[in-house]
T-cell receptor, first 112, second 114 residues
């Protein structure tokens, strides 16, 4: 079946540190992959996406590369800010289009 | 602004009661999804509608039901409420025809059952 596995949190980093949040997936075929961010008290917002192997999604300094060989879509940012404190969700959309599969979310806290 | 509107933002009610949550999808999106988010269980998929028809069911309790109307707005009905139903309920919409298209989420309805 289809599933997404995210690294467990919570993650606490100092400002300007490097961030990696691991995400691996299981799926038949070639799904589309997404990262969402949820700030406190808000809904999930699309952060970035990649729709085929070796695609790199990027937004607001965050990047993730669709790695088919390792079935991974790790989220990275070179220098985090306090304002990046949020919960991050990895997700896939299967080729058939109807279903989305979400990871359990990783809470990030950035301290000054 | 995602373009997905959910009302009400907050709802406080008693056990045994029934509530209705409402969602208006983004303009042009035919597919609506409902999710439940609680502290200990993450994001749980409940149900999906496409152009008025039910397309997929997830972990939706029999006490819960949903529908999508001809104008594409959707309602989630929760009945015989229990304390454990307290959660954030999100609606999301998407262009159903393309697997490249992401979900767009509303800001949720926070339900508190007392």
């Amino acid at each position: 079946g289809n599933s997404v596995t995210q690294m467990e949190g919570p993650v606490t980093l100092s400002e300007e540190a490097f961030l990696t949040i691991n995400c691996t997936y299981t799926a038949t075929g070639y799904p589309s992959l997404f990262w969402y961010v949820q700030y406190p008290g808000e809904g999930l917002q699309l952060l970035l996406k990649a729709t085929k192997a070796d695609d790199k999604g990027s937004n607001k300094g965050f990047e993730a590369t669709y790695r088919k060989e390792t079935t991974s879509f790790h989220l990275e940012k070179g220098s985090v800010q306090v304002s990046d404190s949020a919960v991050y969700f990895c997700a896939l959309r299967h080729l058939t289009g109807n279903q989305f599969y979400f990871g359990t979310g990783t809470s990030l806290t950035v301290i000054p | 602004d995602s373009g997905v509107t959910q009302t009400p933002k907050h709802l406080i009610t008693a056990t045994g009661q029934r509530v209705t949550l409402r969602c208006s999808p983004r303009s042009g999106d035919l597919s609506v999804y409902w999710y439940q988010q609680s502290l200990d269980q993450g994001l749980q998929f409940l149900i999906q509608y496409y152009n008025g028809e039910e397309r997929a069911k997830g972990n939706i309790l029999e006490r819960f039901s949903a529908q999508q109307f001809p104008d594409l707005h959707s309602e989630l009905n929760l009945s015989s409420l229990e304390l454990g139903d307290s959660a954030l309920y999100f609606c999301a919409s998407s262009v159903a025809s393309s697997y490249n298209s992401p979900l767009h989420f509303g800001n949720g309805t926070r339900l508190t059952v007392t």
